[in-house]
Protein backbone atom coordinates (compact mmCIF):
# COMPACT_ATOMS: atom_id res chain seq x y z
CA UNK A 1 0.00 0.00 0.00
CA UNK A 2 0.97 3.33 -0.63
CA UNK A 3 0.57 6.29 1.56
CA UNK A 4 -0.14 9.63 0.02
CA UNK A 5 1.36 12.48 1.83
CA UNK A 6 -1.00 15.55 2.17
CA UNK A 7 0.50 18.80 1.40
CA UNK A 8 0.18 21.39 4.17
CA UNK A 9 -1.30 23.89 2.70
CA UNK A 10 -4.35 21.28 1.74
CA UNK A 11 -5.08 20.54 6.09
CA UNK A 12 -7.41 22.86 7.49
CA UNK A 13 -6.77 24.27 11.02
CA UNK A 14 -9.38 23.29 13.29
CA UNK A 15 -11.82 25.99 14.13
CA UNK A 16 -12.08 26.88 17.83
CA UNK A 17 -15.22 26.97 18.84
CA UNK A 18 -16.34 30.29 19.06
CA UNK A 19 -17.45 31.85 23.11
CA UNK A 20 -21.50 31.76 23.59
CA UNK A 21 -22.13 35.57 23.63
CA UNK A 22 -23.68 36.67 27.53
CA UNK A 23 -27.21 36.81 27.15
CA UNK A 24 -26.62 39.44 30.48
CA UNK A 25 -25.55 42.99 28.40
CA UNK A 26 -23.74 44.13 30.87
CA UNK A 27 -21.12 41.13 31.04
CA UNK A 28 -21.34 40.72 27.15
CA UNK A 29 -19.90 44.13 27.25
CA UNK A 30 -17.66 43.41 29.68
CA UNK A 31 -16.34 40.44 27.76
CA UNK A 32 -16.06 42.81 24.67
CA UNK A 33 -13.76 44.72 26.59
CA UNK A 34 -11.61 41.99 27.57
CA UNK A 35 -11.41 40.75 23.45
CA UNK A 36 -10.35 43.95 22.89
CA UNK A 37 -7.53 44.54 25.02
CA UNK A 38 -6.12 41.18 24.03
CA UNK A 39 -6.55 43.03 20.15
CA UNK A 40 -4.86 45.74 21.24
CA UNK A 41 -7.87 48.32 20.76
CA UNK A 42 -7.66 50.16 23.39
CA UNK A 43 -10.59 53.02 22.78
CA UNK A 44 -13.11 50.12 21.97
CA UNK A 45 -11.86 48.57 25.37
CA UNK A 46 -12.50 51.74 27.04
CA UNK A 47 -15.72 52.75 25.90
CA UNK A 48 -16.91 48.70 26.56
CA UNK A 49 -15.66 48.69 29.97
CA UNK A 50 -17.33 51.18 30.81
CA UNK A 51 -20.45 50.57 29.71
CA UNK A 52 -19.77 47.45 31.88
CA UNK A 53 -18.77 49.37 34.69
CA UNK A 54 -22.14 51.57 34.74
CA UNK A 55 -24.07 48.30 33.93
CA UNK A 56 -22.27 46.97 37.49
CA UNK A 57 -23.21 49.66 39.24
CA UNK A 58 -26.99 49.93 38.68
CA UNK A 59 -27.06 46.28 39.81
CA UNK A 60 -24.50 47.43 43.04
CA UNK A 61 -22.25 44.21 41.24
CA UNK A 62 -19.28 44.26 43.85
CA UNK A 63 -17.32 41.89 42.06
CA UNK A 64 -18.30 43.13 38.61
CA UNK A 65 -17.57 46.74 39.83
CA UNK A 66 -14.03 45.46 40.39
CA UNK A 67 -13.37 43.23 37.39
CA UNK A 68 -14.55 46.10 34.86
CA UNK A 69 -12.32 48.60 37.26
CA UNK A 70 -9.18 47.01 37.32
CA UNK A 71 -9.59 46.07 33.40
CA UNK A 72 -9.91 49.81 32.98
CA UNK A 73 -7.14 50.04 34.82
CA UNK A 74 -5.32 47.93 32.36
CA UNK A 75 -6.58 49.92 29.49
CA UNK A 76 -4.85 53.05 31.39
CA UNK A 77 -1.42 51.64 31.98
CA UNK A 78 -1.44 50.05 27.96
CA UNK A 79 -2.25 53.75 26.76
CA UNK A 80 0.70 55.47 29.36
CA UNK A 81 -2.44 57.20 31.75
CA UNK A 82 -0.82 56.07 34.88
CA UNK A 83 -2.60 58.97 37.21
CA UNK A 84 -5.85 57.14 36.12
CA UNK A 85 -5.18 53.62 35.61
CA UNK A 86 -4.49 54.47 39.88
CA UNK A 87 -7.82 55.63 40.51
CA UNK A 88 -9.28 52.61 38.74
CA UNK A 89 -7.34 50.08 40.22
CA UNK A 90 -7.72 51.80 43.99
CA UNK A 91 -11.64 51.12 43.80
CA UNK A 92 -11.01 47.49 42.56
CA UNK A 93 -8.49 47.43 45.95
CA UNK A 94 -11.06 48.62 47.97
CA UNK A 95 -13.46 45.81 47.18
CA UNK A 96 -11.19 43.27 47.07
CA UNK A 97 -10.36 44.52 50.82
CA UNK A 98 -13.82 44.65 51.97
CA UNK A 99 -13.95 40.90 50.62
CA UNK A 100 -10.81 40.01 52.45
CA UNK A 101 -9.67 38.84 48.47
CA UNK A 102 -6.04 38.39 49.05
CA UNK A 103 -5.07 37.15 45.41
CA UNK A 104 -6.86 40.06 44.24
CA UNK A 105 -5.05 42.54 45.91
CA UNK A 106 -1.77 40.70 44.95
CA UNK A 107 -2.31 40.92 41.09
CA UNK A 108 -3.02 44.53 41.80
CA UNK A 109 -0.69 45.08 43.91
CA UNK A 110 1.62 44.49 41.00
CA UNK A 111 0.10 47.09 39.16
CA UNK A 112 0.59 49.72 41.73
CA UNK A 113 4.21 49.03 41.74
CA UNK A 114 4.11 49.29 38.37
CA UNK A 115 2.21 52.92 38.75
CA UNK A 116 4.87 53.86 41.59
CA UNK A 117 7.86 52.84 39.61
CA UNK A 118 6.59 55.29 36.56
CA UNK A 119 6.45 57.94 38.87
CA UNK A 120 10.05 57.31 40.42
CA UNK A 121 7.77 56.65 43.93
CA UNK A 122 10.81 53.57 44.90
CA UNK A 123 9.41 53.57 48.26
CA UNK A 124 6.24 53.23 47.87
CA UNK A 125 7.18 50.40 45.19
CA UNK A 126 9.13 48.80 47.53
CA UNK A 127 6.95 48.57 50.82
CA UNK A 128 4.51 47.47 48.62
CA UNK A 129 6.79 44.36 47.42
CA UNK A 130 7.40 44.00 51.23
CA UNK A 131 3.60 43.43 51.89
CA UNK A 132 3.57 40.95 48.67
CA UNK A 133 6.57 39.20 50.18
CA UNK A 134 5.06 38.64 53.43
CA UNK A 135 1.53 37.12 52.20
CA UNK A 136 3.92 34.97 50.12
CA UNK A 137 5.87 33.20 52.87
CA UNK A 138 2.63 33.20 54.54
CA UNK A 139 1.17 30.90 51.99
CA UNK A 140 4.38 28.82 51.73
CA UNK A 141 5.14 30.41 47.98
CA UNK A 142 8.45 29.96 47.29
CA UNK A 143 8.28 31.20 43.65
CA UNK A 144 5.62 34.40 44.47
CA UNK A 145 8.70 35.11 46.53
CA UNK A 146 11.52 34.99 44.40
CA UNK A 147 9.75 36.88 41.72
CA UNK A 148 8.39 40.04 43.95
CA UNK A 149 12.64 39.71 45.09
CA UNK A 150 13.38 39.72 41.72
CA UNK A 151 11.20 43.15 41.51
CA UNK A 152 12.64 44.52 44.35
CA UNK A 153 16.06 44.32 42.79
CA UNK A 154 15.47 45.88 39.86
CA UNK A 155 13.98 49.07 41.66
CA UNK A 156 17.10 49.23 43.31
CA UNK A 157 18.46 48.92 40.66
CA UNK A 158 17.03 51.93 39.27
CA UNK A 159 17.47 54.09 41.82
CA UNK A 160 21.50 53.00 42.02
CA UNK A 161 21.19 50.77 45.29
CA UNK A 162 23.26 48.33 44.06
CA UNK A 163 23.99 46.37 47.62
CA UNK A 164 20.41 46.38 48.30
CA UNK A 165 19.81 45.09 44.73
CA UNK A 166 22.72 42.27 44.93
CA UNK A 167 21.36 41.45 48.60
CA UNK A 168 18.03 40.45 47.17
CA UNK A 169 19.53 38.99 44.45
CA UNK A 170 21.77 36.77 46.74
CA UNK A 171 18.13 36.01 49.02
CA UNK A 172 17.01 34.70 45.45
CA UNK A 173 20.13 32.75 44.95
CA UNK A 174 19.46 31.38 48.22
CA UNK A 175 15.78 30.01 48.08
CA UNK A 176 16.75 28.08 44.55
CA UNK A 177 19.62 26.64 46.57
CA UNK A 178 17.37 25.31 48.86
CA UNK A 179 15.47 23.82 45.92
CA UNK A 180 18.30 22.13 44.48
CA UNK A 181 18.04 24.62 41.70
CA UNK A 182 21.55 25.14 41.57
CA UNK A 183 22.25 26.45 37.70
CA UNK A 184 19.48 29.01 38.97
CA UNK A 185 21.07 29.59 42.10
CA UNK A 186 24.27 30.27 40.22
CA UNK A 187 23.25 32.77 37.90
CA UNK A 188 21.49 34.80 40.82
CA UNK A 189 24.76 35.01 42.42
CA UNK A 190 27.00 35.69 39.39
CA UNK A 191 24.40 38.91 39.12
CA UNK A 192 25.14 39.59 42.38
CA UNK A 193 28.66 39.43 41.82
CA UNK A 194 28.56 41.96 38.86
CA UNK A 195 26.09 44.64 41.16
CA UNK A 196 29.44 44.47 43.08
CA UNK A 197 32.33 44.74 40.91
Known amino acids: MQGVIQPIDNIKKKEEPKKKRSSDPVQA ?11 KEYGQAALSLHNALLGYEKKNHQDG ?41 LNLSEQFILIHRDAKEYKEAIALCLDMLDTHHSHNNPEGSVNVMETMADIYVDQGEKAKAADAYRS ?22 ALES
Open 29 to 39: EYDDGVGFIAN
Open 65 to 105: IANASNQLGVVCMKKGEFAKAKEHFQRAWDICKRFDDRMSM
Open 172 to 193: IASIHFNFDHKNFAKRFEEKAA
